[in-house]
């Protein structure tokens, strides 16, 4: 048994819950039997469930006591880390930037593995499935340095495998036949950046949002530079892309190689460019796994179960 004795600071509340909805999150998915009474919790059961339990209580404390509220899903976060060597609130609290009253902060451990990454490296692959993070991160980076003035546009491109012929026989202008395939980006940003100074970045070039088959011939300066849906590249358009690399730039890399609808026979270049790239320095590959899902939270339960459905598959062929 062990005591946990909440500060007087922290109004029991905000840590339990309104109608204790915190509390019995933890009471549910912790293994130690919890007991409140005024200001201290109780904790009782096995030494390794009562000190995880302990450890739970004190992040949740420190991340109160940094001014951001909980949720169910912060404390569902937290849990999920009790197991892992960093602090939970060290990584919930990180705060990337801000606008209209929202913090972009990563979610979880991983996420806060892949933002690091971005600070250190000039180039970073950001590998994984749907609802992880992996371009909202990206962006949200992007216009932290863009903030701080460390680059001078930003510039955000993706691979539309349809802009060729079939493209070519919708309605309207090359901007209006691509924009389906660019909008993603075009949602991130408006969650970063006041909507009404959207138009005038892009007007001014500040923030460019273009087709990848835009960057060939290029020298990329002065920006941070996002590819995303890179699974969707072929060969040689990652090496054309990443040799579009210049001076104080960088680039963030994403996709999913589970998601692959590039014709038969093409071979994606976020396949294969781990194999090229893998150990030269400045260069970071990042994975996110469907633990890192930050959408619905079955989100997370159906890449799971897609994940196992074709894991099964391949053993079945296998065995065949």
């Known amino acids: 048994m062990r005591n946990v004795a909440v500060p007087p600071s922290i109004d029991m509340v905000n840590l ?16 130690a039997d919890l007991h409140v009474r005024g200001g201290q919790v109780t904790l009782s059961g096995k030494a390794a469930e009562v000190a995880q339990a302990a450890d739970v209580l004190t992040e949740l404390v420190t991340i109160l006591r940094t001014g951001q ?14 197991d892992e060597p960093h602090s939970a609130a060290e990584v919930l609290t990180q705060n990337i930037i801000s606008s ?10 991983n996420q806060k593995r892949y933002v690091d990454a971005i600070d250190r490296n000039t180039i970073v692959f950001g590998i ?19 903030q701080a003035k460390e680059v ?34 075009y949602d991130a940003l408006h969650d970063m950046v006041e909507p009404e100074s959207v138009p ?3 007007t001014s070039g500040t923030v460019e949002v273009a087709p990848l088959a ?38 963030v890399v994403t996709g999913d190689i589970t998601q692959v609808d590039l ?27 469907n633990r890192d899902v930050v959408r619905h939270k079955l989100v997370g339960h159906i890449v799971a179960a897609y994940d196992q459905f074709e894991s099964l598959s391949t053993d079945r062929r296998r065995a065949q």
């Open 263 to 289: 014709p038969g026979g093409t071979k994606s270049g976020l396949r294969g460019v781990q194999r090229i790239l893998d150990g030269l320095d400045d260069i970071e590959f990042c994975t996110l796994t």
């Open 100 to 109: 209209r009253g929202r913090t972009v902060r990563p979610k979880t451990l």
């Open 69 to 82: 509220g909980l949720t169910t899903e912060t404390v569902e976060r937290v849990i999920q880390m009790a």
């Open 200 to 202: 005038k970045l892009l």
């Open 16 to 31: 339990l819950g309104p109608r204790d909805e915190f509390l019995r999150i933890l009471e549910d998915q912790l293994p």
């Open 128 to 146: 994984g499935p749907a609802g992880t993070g992996k371009t909202y991160l990206a962006m949200a980076k992007a216009v932290q340095a863009l």
């Open 152 to 185: 001078s546009r930003i510039i955000l491109t993706r691979p539309a495998i349809e802009a060729g012929e079939r493209l070519g026989f919708l309605p309207g202008t090359l901007n209006d036949k691509i924009d389906p395939y660019l909008r993603p980006l």
């Open 214 to 251: 835009y960057m060939r011939g290029r020298t990329l300066n002065d920006a941070f530079i996002i590819l995303d849906e890179a699974q969707n590249t072929s060969m040689e358009q990652m090496k054309m892309f990443l040799t579009r690399l210049g001076f104080n730039s960088k680039m």
